[in-house]
């Protein structure tokens, strides 16, 4: 079945905030600790709504059902990008950003990528701009700026 990509509203928030929870439990490349110190199982609701409304947010969907988001600001910023853990390497990470790049303005995207999802995004034409630490509850976690020059 193929990925349908729908506009985000505001009562998919705690899905989402659920599946970013699980998806970076499951599948990224980080320690224990690691993990726990960037996905708790507690966001704000409220905020992540507020930063989900101020950008392009879309829902990908396998089986009507939820497989994944995404969203970007006007800048061609890339701030989340997440797959269910059932729903990996089934095309949903690439109709998420070919949604977003292609409804975007910008002549250049960039993201902060995980070590998970940097090999997504180099097949995707992003370079790494740097390496760099960020720190979530006291623990450093490697993520790598990457940049896309022009649309496809």
């Given at each position: 079945?193929?990925?349908?990509i729908?506009?985000?509203r505001?009562?998919?928030?705690?899905?989402?905030?659920?599946?970013?929870y699980?998806t970076?439990h499951?599948v990224t490349?980080?320690?224990?600790?690691?993990?726990?110190a960037?996905a708790?199982g507690?966001?704000?609701l409220?905020?992540?709504?507020q930063s989900f409304?101020?950008?392009?947010?879309?829902?990908?969907?396998?089986?009507d059902?939820?497989?994944?988001f995404?969203?970007?600001?006007e800048?061609g910023?890339?701030?989340?990008?997440?797959?269910?853990?059932?729903?990996?390497?089934?095309?949903v990470?690439?109709?998420?950003?070919?949604?977003?790049?292609?409804g975007c303005?910008a002549?250049?995207?960039t993201?902060?990528a995980s070590?998970?999802?940097?090999?997504f995004?180099a097949?995707r034409?992003?370079?790494?701009?740097?390496?760099?630490q960020?720190?979530?509850q006291?623990?450093?976690l490697?993520n790598?700026?990457?940049?896309k020059?022009?649309?496809?």
């Amino acid at each position: 079945m193929s990925v349908k990509i729908r506009p985000y509203r505001k009562e998919d928030c705690p899905a989402l905030a659920a599946l970013f929870y699980e998806t970076v439990h499951a599948v990224t490349e980080y320690t224990p600790r690691q993990r726990q110190a960037w996905a708790t199982g507690t966001v704000d609701l409220d905020a992540w709504n507020q930063s989900f409304l101020a950008h392009r947010t879309v829902i990908a969907e396998l089986d009507d059902r939820l497989a994944g988001f995404g969203d970007m600001d006007e800048t061609g910023y890339l701030d989340r990008l997440y797959v269910h853990p059932d729903c990996q390497h089934r095309g949903v990470a690439t109709a998420i950003c070919d949604a977003l790049e292609h409804g975007c303005p910008a002549e250049r995207f960039t993201t902060h990528a995980s070590l998970t999802a940097r090999p997504f995004f180099a097949a995707r034409g992003y370079r790494v701009v740097k390496e760099q630490q960020v720190e979530r509850q006291g623990i450093l976690l490697t993520n790598f700026v990457m940049e896309k020059a022009e649309k496809e």
